[in-house]
């Protein structure tokens, strides 16, 4: 392991040497990489530092115990070399886990897309309540969350709602959300007072840059238009909404939620970029999601990932047979312990595959 270490730490510093070079920085795209690579190398930097410490001070203690006649220091420097050992196979499950290749997307922004499926109105409905439940863990994790486009529902909720969330490695720990969510309640529609099941359909996709995805401005056409509300009717009289085709793959983004038409058209460019890159990005989620059941491939729309039951306030994750009876406060954006459970399924599962 320790020569794993020195490989890396060698890395780490020959980074650092480039990304203070006046020449590399000015190519900003290669400045941008290294500089992401030196952000992702600095945990493993220190989990070196500390095992090599850790290495000399159980030799120093080993040789204080063969050399030492003081029985008293002899005790003292044997219960240290315990201690020390101890501390090392813990930092070594530790650095076994950080040497695993982490998704390269995971401290990527992410573009979040809530979709009501199966269900109608009582769908729809839901489609609102996940929006707010993941509103509101945004919030609790300090991230920024801006509407890209919605639908809303006939009763309320949303048919559909796009939104961009922004933060610390947001994508890394979303990205678990991906699915079909399954509703079991009594619907406010049901005089009957049975228990009706409802889908909704959650896509989490890592926001692409500018540097992700090459868009040439003449495959994109452009078409501007009036925005409309419900019912169709004019909601302004300037062409604000922005629609836009990419050319080579017909993929088409349209955004009216703004009153600017260069607002719109920056969040539809966002949008854009992030559905092509998607389609590359797509190979290796389904590579991934054959290999590990927490891992969902967002283009797989009809894999059912949780349940959400009111009448027993239960809340199963069908990847890792979790389940967790505190369904208001999950709904209230409590959400965290069931990230960190298909997290640390998710690193259980990596560990097979390195030792494979």
């Known amino acids: 392991m320790l020569e794993k270490l020195e490989a890396i730490h060698s890395r780490f510093i020959n980074i650092e040497q480039q990304i203070h070079d006046p020449e590399v920085m000015s190519d900003m795209k290669n400045y941008i990489k290294l500089s992401k690579d030196y952000k992702e190398l600095q945990p493993v930097e220190a989990a070196y530092k500390q095992y090599k410490s850790l290495i000399e001070n159980i030799e120093s203690a080993r040789v204080m115990l063969s050399e030492e006649k003081d029985e008293e220091i002899r005790t003292f420097a044997r219960e240290e070399m315990e201690s020390m050992s101890s501390q090392k196979d813990v930092l070594e499950e530790d650095i076994r886990l950080m040497l695993i290749p982490a998704d390269p997307q995971d401290g990527k922004n992410a573009v979040l897309e809530i979709r009501a499926g199966t269900g109608g109105d009582e769908a729809s409905l839901f489609a609102g309540d996940l929006y707010r439940m993941y509103s509101r863990f945004c919030e609790m994790k300090g991230w920024k969350m801006e509407l890209v486009s919605m639908a809303e529902g006939t009763m309320g909720g949303y048919k559909e709602i796009i939104l961009e969330v922004k933060g610390e490695g947001v994508y890394g720990i979303l990205k678990y959300e991906s ?133 027993q306030s239960r809340i199963t994750d069908h990847r890792i047979n979790m389940t967790m009876y505190n369904l208001a406060t999950f709904m209230d954006g409590g959400i965290q312990e069931m990230i960190e459970a298909l997290q640390l399924a998710e690193n259980a599962e990596r560990l097979k595959e390195a030792t494979e």
């Open 179 to 311: 699915g079909v969510h399954r509703v079991q309640r009594v619907p406010a529609t049901e005089t009957q007072g049975r228990v009706h099941t409802s889908a909704a359909t959650v896509a989490v996709l890592p926001e692409a840059d500018e540097f992700d995805v090459d868009l040439k401005p003449s495959d994109i056409r452009k078409d501007t238009y009036c925005s409309s509300g419900p019912g169709g009717q004019s909601v302004n009289t300037t062409y604000s909404a922005v629609r836009l085709t990419h050319v080579p793959t017909g993929i088409v983004v349209a955004i009216q939620d703004e009153k600017s038409q260069i607002k719109n058209f920056e969040k539809a460019m966002t949008v854009l970029r992030t559905r092509i890159f998607e389609l590359e990005y797509q190979k290796y989620l389904d590579e991934i999601s054959k290999k590990r059941k927490t891992m969902v491939s967002s283009g797989d729309r009809s894999a059912k990932v949780r349940t959400y039951n009111y009448p």
